[in-house]
């Protein structure tokens, strides 16, 4: 029977018996291949997590060329910039939303709806 006691920080009458202690890993899920990951099997889709990054670069692209549009001060050269990123915003938005509905078109074919 092993009991650690630290004088100072617990009193003798509360050292615990390790042997009685629950596993705290036993809940853990087993996770054997890179499906079982894309399919959140560890509690999360990474494939969600992936479309969420992408919108929030896409926002966050948007806000910057809202301000750079802003603050052209009428300037051609500067509106052009500002422009040139907004077109590039939304042409990466039309790509992730089209690379969500071809991923969830073909989880659905090969009968893997899981994924998200």
Do not use: C
């Not at 042997?19 to 036993?26: F, G, H, R």
């Not at 099997?41 to 549009?69: E, R």
């Not at 500067?78 to 089209?98: D, E, P, T």
């Amino acid at each position: 029977m092993i009991k650690f006691i630290h004088s100072k920080l617990i009193h003798p009458a509360l050292a615990v018996e390790i042997s009685t202690l629950d596993n705290p890993a036993s809940n853990l899920v087993n996770i054997t291949t890179i499906g079982e990951i894309l399919a959140g099997g560890t509690g999360f889709s990474l494939i969600n997590i992936i479309f969420f990054i992408a919108g929030t670069v896409f926002f966050f692209s948007l806000a910057i060329a809202g301000w750079q549009y802003m603050l052209s001060s009428g300037d051609p050269k500067k509106i052009a910039q500002a422009s040139g990123r907004l077109n590039n915003s939304i042409i990466g938005l039309i790509v992730v939303i089209a690379s969500f509905l071809i991923t969830n078109v073909i989880a659905t074919i090969i009968g893997a709806d899981s994924i998200f």
